[in-house]
Every structure is written in C-alpha cells, then in structure tokens.
C-alpha cells in the first residue's frame, strides 16, 4: 500500500520540532510495513528531496525568492497570515504549488491512498486530488485547523468539499471531534478519534544525566510549548511566586520558543523570579526526555482564548511516558489525557492558586506522585502508544480502500 501524506509542517532537519509527530507517524506507518511519501512546503535551508528513515519525503517551494516564503513554519499558518500580509497573498500560491505537486507525485509513485494532515490547506488539496483520481482520502484534524474554518464563511464553504470528498476524518481528541462537528453535526458516522501517539522505549531511555545539578535546584518543575498565549505559561509563572515561599530551592524551567517570550520573561522579572524561572529556549526533540525524567513536577497550564484550546496536549503524554507526574488545566483535548487524581492533577484554567496547591501537593506527597507516575505509563501503554495508533489508521487505510473499491 504506498500512502501519500499531505502535511504543511514536518522536520526540515535533524531535531526540527515542527510537525515532528508527522514524522512519528509516517516513520511508524513504514516500519509497519507500508510505502509513505511525504508531501510538505519548502523552507529555505531544507531539502528539495531527501529520504528519512526510510521515508520518501518531498518539498514544494510555492514563492520565490525562497528566502521570502513567510505562510508555513514558525508559529504556524494562522499566526502568520495574521501577522503577515505577504503571508496571506501566498495562500493561493501555495495551494496550487500544492496541487501540482501533489498530481505528479501521485502519477509517479502509483498512490493508493491520501492522507492529510490539518483541513486547510492541505486536506482542501487531497480533496481536489480524490476528485480528479478517484483516490481514498483521510483527513486527520488537529483542532487549531478547526477554530480557523470556524470564522470564516468562505472556508465553512471549503470545509464542506472536503468533508464531501474525504472517505474518513480523524481527531486528535474528543474536544477536536466535538469543534468538527459544530461545523457539521452530520457527519459524526464519518469521524474517528485517533490521538497521535508516543514512543514509550524512545522516552524511557536510560540516561544518566540528572538536570537538578545543572540548574541548582532542590525541585525542578517543567513545562515545554511554544509560548503562545494559548498555552497560558503566564499564570504557572505567577504561582511560582507562591511556590518559592514554601520550596526556595524549587525552580522552573521553561523550554520553548514563541511570540510571548519577552513579555513572559519582562512578568517573571516584575516578580524577581529571575532565579527561580529559567527560559530554556528550543531544545532539540532528542534531548528532551532528559529534562522530562529530571523533573519533579510537569505542567501544561493551556487556557481557551475564543473558543480555540490545546487540541491534545502531547507533552503531557512524553512527560508521562517518562514516569513524569503531571499537572494539566481542564482545557481542549488534556481532558482526554488527563484523569484527576488518578494519572494526574486537572485543574481549572487560568488558576494560579490552583497551580500552587497541586505544585505543594506533589512535592511534599510522594506516595501521589508514585501513583501519578505508574497510572501515567498505564495510560500510555493502553491508549497512546504507537502500537495502537498504527493499528488504528492501519484499519482506517484499508477500509477505505475497500469501500473505493466497492463503489468504484
């Protein structure tokens, strides 16, 4: 079975964060025995084509110079046709580069099967592409691809064709399914939850280096985002003043880049916190486990700012799969993850005191934090892992090819 995937984010280097669960899945869908092609923009500095693990991966530039390519990468396609005018005059740009890209892959490798990943643009061209070759398409949704459509009329319109023209539509989480379905409520016959999955053997490395030492601290509390508004780190940063009073030696480190970062960095020195919260920036994916399983406490404080929240929250997962406890707020998709008091603390959003209070309890109670750790590998081994994500879509694949088939 050779399986184009459409994606408008994937690694364009080794250790890239972006869409690198893309390339989990699709490295994945191959070992399991599948042929996978990838179809993702160009950035400048990547690859044309090259292959991975394995992986035929394919980059389609959609402006030129290249260096002025500004829709993809960075902080994601709707952040950056908000903040960028050139931005948005590349969307159509990139949709027909996209298609054009798309028919000669399709051609040359023979396809049996699309797979795309966010509705817009990316699924709008595998649905244009089932309609020209009569090709099964899945569309997997991811939830910020969902918030978008949902403003606009024109693309409420788009989202339509596609939903028309995709023989199946998986969500990351039940919160996503529920946002797709406020679109259309009559398709829910056609949607699967498939969350994207976590190599537990790779986040249960052994390592030796324990980061305590590194950053001085007594406790050591993480969080890792993008550092986003969404992701609400401003109010873990404001209970760590709470949290100091009781645990001076407690420090937080952050890890992530983003557009927040300065004004996250000028609120924690208004709180003379400098030598409690400790900006991090990107680490590279590979290395991210050993701050995961050096840290006491792992918090995703997510907040909904118009409707729009965390579609999943995969660093919880990583952070559980490494015997992390965790601590997440009762926003999009973390209430799929996220059990209270038994894998972890769910908290209401934007509560610093509650912050503070789970923080305390995990510190001062180890025999919670020992049944966080053990219910969260449980909870990856029965419902995230890779094993039972790929024998989900595995089973997506081929039922959809069978009823082409059927109605062909």
């Known amino acids: 079975m050779k399986i184009l995937v459409l994606t408008s984010s994937f690694p364009r280097y080794s250790g890239d964060f972006a869409g690198n669960f893309i390339y989990e899945l699709t490295k994945k869908l ?12 160009h950035d400048p500095g990547a690859r044309y084509h090259e292959n ?30 908000k903040k960028s005018h050139l931005a948005k005059i590349q969307v159509p740009l990139f949709i027909l580069s996209e298609i054009f890209n798309s028919i000669k892959i399709i051609k040359q490798e023979d396809i049996d099967i699309i797979h795309s990943h966010w509705l817009f643009p ?5 649905a244009i592409c089932r309609r020209i070759f009569g090709i099964p398409h899945i569309a997997t949704v991811h939830g910020s ?3 978008t459509i949902k403003k606009s009329k024109i693309l409420k319109i788009i989202c339509s064709f596609i939903i028309k023209n995709s023989d199946r539509i998986t969500t990351n989480s039940s919160y996503t399914k529920n946002l797709l379905l406020s679109i259309n409520n009559n398709i829910e016959n ?36 993008r550092l986003i508004e969404l992701k609400g780190i401003g109010y873990l940063i404001i ?8 645990f001076p030696k407690a420090k937080l480190v952050i890890v992530g880049d983003g557009p927040e970062k300065e004004k996250l960095e000028k609120l924690t020195e208004s709180l003379s916190l400098k030598d409690n919260v400790i900006f991090e920036g990107y680490i590279k994916n590979f290395d991210l486990y050993k701050y ?15 409707g729009q929240s965390d579609g999943l929250g995969v660093v919880l997962l990583e952070a559980m799969a490494c015997s992390t406890p965790v601590i997440g707020t009762a926003a999009g998709g973390v209430t799929d993850i996220i059990k209270h008091n038994y894998n972890g603390f769910l908290i209401p959003e934007k509560s610093s005191r509650d912050l503070v209070d789970s923080i305390s309890e995990l ?10 750790r053990e219910n969260g590998l449980k909870t990856i081994r029965e419902k995230f892992s890779w094993n039972h994500v790929i024998e989900e879509f595995h089973e997506i694949y081929e039922h959809a090819i069978e009823e082409n088939h059927k109605n062909g």
């Not at 109670?365 to 049944?371: D, I, P, V, Y």
């Open 292 to 306: 995961y399983a050096s840290s006491d406490v792992f918090i995703l404080p997510s907040i909904t700012i118009d």
């Open 363 to 372: 510190l001062t109670n180890e025999s919670l934090a020992k049944k966080f």
């Open 52 to 81: 991975i693990s394995g992986l035929k991966v394919y980059r389609f530039p959609y402006f030129y110079p290249y260096r002025l390519q500004k829709l993809t990468y960075g902080n994601g396609i709707p952040y950056n046709i």
């Open 145 to 147: 691809d969902v918030n």
């Open 30 to 41: 191959k070992d399991d025995g599948l042929s996978v092609i990838i179809l993702a923009p």
């Open 122 to 126: 990316s699924s709008l061209v595998a």
């Open 239 to 246: 209970a760590m003043r709470d949290v100091i009073k009781n």
């Open 190 to 225: 056609k949607v699967n939850i498939v969350p994207m999955g976590i190599d537990i053997n790779y986040f249960r490395s052994e390592h030796n280096e324990n980061l305590k030492e590194h950053f001085r601290a007594k406790y050591l509390i993480l969080s890792v985002s």
